[in-house]
């Protein structure tokens, strides 16, 4: 039986209602155009960037409020990302999927905090950590009370300033989960840098996403934006909002 990949996409962070509308009406018309259902992402806050002058969002209150105006205007499913326990039962009420970030896939309370709320929890991979373990953060999960447990390939960590994609992660993490998530934007950055800012190349995303489809992927993460090279976070790495629609179709066929 064929099923439909999963497809996240959206900006990096929250950096306007403007970006977040533009994004989710290419969204809606990919939904409608394609027969699927790509979920709306997007960060209220980024509580991990390289330097403290980095750009975080406008926050976890009015962050979710445009969220939520997202998700009713639009009909988008939304996933968004928390830092701390206590931004669980917020976001839950707002967002379909709470997402771990993968240097926090071993923080017990935050898994916990996430999985009380019911919602589908996405944990990713810690960029130090092999696909086999990842059995660990979704048991505790689990054992939480959660009811469905996604995990998401990013890349490890390759040296200084560098990641690399084990590809093989995806078939180990299949074996602890039914749903795999390759993260196909982030896995191309370059963490770290002289200026204080993360950076990347783009141009493998694609590369990426076809990679990870002939490995079993059980789904695909775009952050997307019209013009990524303005962007606020992960300028470098995300990509251009008009090229999603050629690589969906790709991944679908």
Known sequence: MFMQPIFIAGPCVIESQELLNTVAEELNRLNRLLGI???????????????????????????????SDIKQKYGLKILTDIHESYQAEPVGKVCDVIQIPAFLCRQTDLLVAAAKTGKTINIKKAQFLSGKDMKFPVEKAYDAGAQNVWLTERGNTFGYNNLVVDFRNIADMREITDTVIMDCTHSVQRPGGENGTTGGDRRFVPAMALAAKAFGAGGYFFEVHPEPDKGLSDASNMLELNKLEKLIKQLLA
Do not use: E, V, Y
Request: cysteine-free; hydrophobic content about 35%; overall charge positive.
């Open 37 to 67: 259902d790509i979920i709306f992402k997007s960060s209220f806050d980024k509580a991990n960037r390289t330097s403290i002058h980095s750009f975080r969002g406008p926050g976890l209150d009015k962050g979710l409020q445009m969220l």
